[in-house]
């Protein structure tokens, strides 16, 4: 029955009132953490009837909070307004919310996909509407791939970044990024085709059309796509049917023009058991490495993913966390969420203890890859130069001398492009990365000062970073 208590509050449009007896008896059964890092962070927006609408800062909270408090929030917006009673939630990040009419007391409103609103396909696409470019963090390691995709979003099959074949390590927003595209895609050209799928299902599918006959039907959805995204190109190898097949696919859809996105583990060069055929036409286009994040980026990243959780973390945990978890994104947004876990479900304060707790169960590699950021700032050390002006316009005689020990060696222990090197040190041109390793390369053999400050400094890195 309809608490008559609350009945005038209710006809009096006054929401904050609701939620705050809601907050009242809510408090009496959670720990004050609990309560303070799920409960106080939603805001009550409006009420019609027995329906109590609230926001909710994130996506993430809906699905803390079905997971773990939906028993609670049912019982007492029913001894609130009644058995009767409706409860709408809003998610604050999704700025096209509508508003829903939510027939159950406790089930809260599914963030959107609008790319699948726009217009209804007769397949499915496969991107996760949550990957998108605004919320991809843009650093050192990952600018010039960003860049190709903002382009690549703007004129899909018109640029010459096709195909983009972009590489780098687990967990480094690879997977993130291409589907960012696709996304970005059809929010700017709704008509396109757009499919995203790994190297795995496309030659499961494939073995599937085979035994059912249907090899034809199978190639030509393909080859009607306007843009292919194939995640983990390299579990092709060894495969050499699907091989052929992608062959010709990849050719159709390139000579019409089509965009087609490629990722993998290493460069294409690299990607030994694939056809050369292959391997040629994935360089046709452009190949752009991510690397691990610097610091900056990493916090950054623990900055906005904080915000997107709803979360309130201090400085000095957030620094911590960056310091510790050094090359993989997956990993900083895991310790968050599990940072918040043992935080709420510990009824712990998130403090430093619990940060190095909960980092410690986390990361799954303590030990740092080598990255172009960390070469340079030991060649800079070695060389007593100041790091900012390693990548300034100068031509001071010992700055060159430290910008081409730091370019050859990065080139010589990452798997960075010319391209991301030169990006590095200023936004140098590839052809000046390219004379800084010749002019090492060719006096190494003749100068045993140079070896010497050389193998020094590659020791020093190599026993610092593996």
């Excluded at 509050?9 to 006054?14: A, E, F």
């Excluded at 600018?143 to 995709?149: E, N, T």
């Amino acid at each position: 029955m309809f608490n008559t208590d609350l009945a005038e509050k209710v006809s009096l449009h006054k929401p904050s009132i609701i939620w705050k007896e809601c907050l009242n008896t809510i408090k009496e059964n959670v720990p004050q953490i609990t309560f303070n890092t799920w409960f106080l962070p939603i805001k009550p927006l409006d009420v019609d009837n027995s329906t109590l609408k609230v926001q909710l800062p994130s996506q993430f909270f809906w699905e803390w909070i079905d997971e773990h408090y939906n028993t609670l929030i049912s019982k007492t917006i029913h001894d609130i307004l009644g058995p009767g009673a409706k409860l709408a939630y809003v998610i604050a990040s999704d700025s096209e919310n509508e508003e829903a009419e939510i027939a159950d007391p406790i089930i809260l409103k599914k963030e959107k996909n609008r790319v699948q609103q726009k217009v209804k396909k007769d397949f499915e696409s496969y991107l996760n509407p949550r990957y998108t470019l605004d919320n991809f963090i843009k650093g050192e390691g990952n600018q010039l791939a960003r860049a190709a995709a903002v382009a690549i979003s703007d004129n899909p099959g018109g640029t010459s970044f096709n195909p983009l074949f972009v590489y780098g390590g687990v967990g480094l927003g690879k997977t993130h990024l291409v589907q960012g595209i696709g996304n970005q895609i059809l929010l700017n050209f709704p008509e396109k085709k757009v499919i995203y799928l790994s190297s795995d299902i496309f030659t499961v599918e494939f073995v599937e059309a085979i035994q059912s006959n249907k090899v034809n039907e199978f190639s030509n959805f393909y080859r009607n796509m306007d843009v292919l995204i194939i995640d983990d190109i390299q579990f092709l190898t060894g495969k050499e049917k699907t091989q052929d097949l992608f062959f010709h696919i990849f050719n159709t859809l390139h000579q019409s023009r089509k965009q087609i996105i490629l990722t993998s583990d290493k460069p294409p060069k690299d990607l030994m058991g694939l056809d050369e055929r292959l391997i040629s036409r994935f360089q046709w286009g452009l190949t752009a490495d991510i690397q691990p994040p610097d610091f900056e980026t990493r916090m950054a990243i623990l900055k906005k993913k904080a915000e997107d959780y709803g979360m309130t973390i201090s400085g000095d945990i957030l620094d911590f966390i960056a310091t510790n978890i050094v090359s993989n994104i997956r990993e900083l947004e895991g310790c968050l969420i599990k940072l918040l876990a043992n935080a709420s479900l510990s009824s712990r304060e998130i403090n430093i203890e619990l940060a190095r707790k909960t980092v410690r169960e986390i990361a799954t590699d303590r030990k740092v890859n080598i990255t172009i950021e960390n070469i340079t700032s030991l060649v800079c050390d070695f060389l007593k130069i100041d790091e900012n002006k390693i990548r300034d316009k100068t031509r001071k005689k010992e700055i060159v001398f430290a910008r081409q020990i730091a370019m050859f060696l990065s080139k010589e222990l990452t798997k960075s492009s010319l391209k991301t090197i030169g990006l590095h040190f200023g936004g140098r041109d590839h052809s000046t990365v390219i004379h800084a390793c010749s002019s090492i390369e060719k006096n190494l053999p003749s100068d045993p000062a140079l070896k010497e400050i050389i193998d020094k400094i590659r020791n020093q890195i190599e026993g610092t970073f593996s």
